[in-house]
């Protein structure tokens, strides 16, 4: 059974710093990965994917690649800002179509 | 503006009261989703459907009930057999293995 978690669970950074926010899956066998940010009390909004094919996708100051063979993604946020405080989850797509998601690494930047 | 809508956002439930959570999609997507998201825990998967007329248990279906008679809507019903029905509830589609949204969530209460 796919398990995926996510080091740290929480971090808190000064504004301004470059951070970079780690899942780790046990399955190699997926199909694509994305991240997600969740603020308090709010949905989850779609931040980046990545195809099981692709090593990497940017968008904007956030970076995300994937090493299947390790089990590994990474989502980079370069120039940290208070407004990119949240919640970040990733989620796994297996081949069945459903998702396996981490528990999320709480974020804090301060200014 | 396409989109995932889910309503009401906050909903409370007195005991033996079933309740019903609206989830409505524009995007033209095949499959929907539904989630529950406990304070400290994952997203936890209750029921999905990748076409009309047709879905599947997830991982915590017992005392949850779904219908999917029009692509747009995936209501989701709380019954009282749900002793536990306190979380927060999100509602998600994709089209096949893209990229997937989320609605804003409702936020049920037993009162």
């Known amino acids: 059974k796919q398990e995926v978690t996510q080091i740290p669970a929480a971090l808190s950074v000064p504004e301004g710093e470059n951070l970079v926010l780690n899942c780790s899956f046990t399955?190699?066998?997926?199909?694509?990965l994305q991240w997600f940010r969740q603020d308090p009390g709010k949905g989850l909004t779609s931040l980046l994917l990545i195809q099981s094919s692709q090593r990497e996708q940017t968008s904007g100051r956030l970076n995300a690649s994937l090493d299947k063979s390790s089990g590994r993604s990474t989502l980079y946020i370069a120039a940290s800002q208070p407004g990119d405080s949240a919640t970040y989850l990733c989620?796994?797509?297996?081949?069945?179509?459903?998702?396996?998601f981490g528990p999320g690494t709480r974020l804090s930047v301060l200014p | 503006d396409g989109g995932i809508t889910q309503s009401p956002k906050y909903l409370f439930r007195k005991e033996g009261q079933n309740v019903t959570l609206s989830c409505e999609q524009n995007l033209n997507h095949d499959a929907m989703y539904w989630y529950r998201q406990d304070p400290g825990q994952g997203l936890r998967l209750i029921y999905y459907s990748q076409i009309v007329n047709d879905f599947q248990k997830g991982d915590i279906a017992e005392g949850y009930s779904v219908s999917r008679e029009k692509k747009e809507s995936f209501p989701l019903t709380v019954t009282s057999a749900q002793k536990n029905p306190t979380a927060f509830y999100l509602c998600a589609s994709s089209n096949g293995r893209d990229e997937a949204f989320f609605g804003q969530g409702t936020r049920l209460t037993v009162v």
């Open positions: 399955d190699s066998a997926i199909y694509n």
């Open positions: 989620a796994l797509r297996d081949y069945g179509q459903n998702f396996v």
